[in-house]
């Protein structure tokens, strides 16, 4: 079964349904409907509405509601050096080693062609990473995890699989090949590290909130639409980013050892 999904989803034209998805989820709504539309949504999706600021009805769009912003206060930022970047749900975590990043238990690929530059990969070889997959209720805001430097953000294009458990265990190579912009980062003490955020089927073109400058645990960095990946990594000088188990709950601004289990 997973061959043939593999097979499929190869042969899909991704780039170009997801655009037209785009445009057709950036329709404006009739203001009396949003209401109800949106709470549908949330009921199909789990999306929490409590942490939503203001009223439903503000959102033209069911793309300006996937990029809904929380209300303040709802997500708290952790007093801790690492904090989780987005609300979502842990893919892998561990550390680096052969210049390899763990893709699903078994499977990896080179970390090298995640970043788009072989002596980033180099710098952070032995140290440490998290994929965090964010599903269609997630808010859909990632931040940064740490105390650093954004010293760029570059744009890689590619296609766009889908980011869902059942792709990534089919799909060799999978964040590699999709589009996604790569933040580039300094930690204190000279520590390299980067975020990915890592575009996926259906997802809505991804905005950069911050392309350079210093930034502290829980500043926005982007935002996705629908769903995706986001994959923070550490050079080894620097903190380490704990083991969870996967399919651990994230929570933005938590601290990262705090990963829920179900």
Known sequence: ????????????????????????????????????FYRWFARRYGAELGDV?????????????????????????????????????????????????EQIKGRTYALADLLGDAALAIALEGGSQATIYLAPGDYHRVHAPF????????????????????????????????????????????VPAAVVMVGAYNVGATLVSKREGEVE?????????????AIVVIGPTGPVIPDCAGDSRTVMGRAMAEALPD
């Open 1 to 36: 079964m997973s061959s043939v999904r593999a097979v499929l989803l190869t042969a899909l034209p991704k780039v170009l349904l997801s655009r037209l998805t785009g445009l057709a989820t950036s329709l404006p709504l009739p203001k009396g409907l949003r209401r109800p």
């Open 53 to 101: 600021e203001g009223d439903l009805r503000r959102f033209r769009s069911l793309q300006q509601f996937f990029r809904r912003e929380l209300r303040a206060g709802a997500r708290p930022i952790a007093g801790s050096p690492l904090v989780w970047p987005c609300d979502g749900r842990i893919v892998t975590t561990g550390r680096l080693g052969d210049g390899r990043i």
């Open 217 to 229: 645990p829980g500043d926005e960095l982007g935002q996705f639409g629908f769903g995706s990946t």
């Open 147 to 190: 105390r650093a430097r954004i010293e760029a953000v570059t744009a890689i294009p590619g296609t766009l699989f889908p980011v869902n458990p059942p792709a990534v265990r089919c799909i060799r190579d999978l964040f590699a090949r999709n589009s996604r912009h790569v933040f580039r980062c300094r930690l204190p003490g000279d």
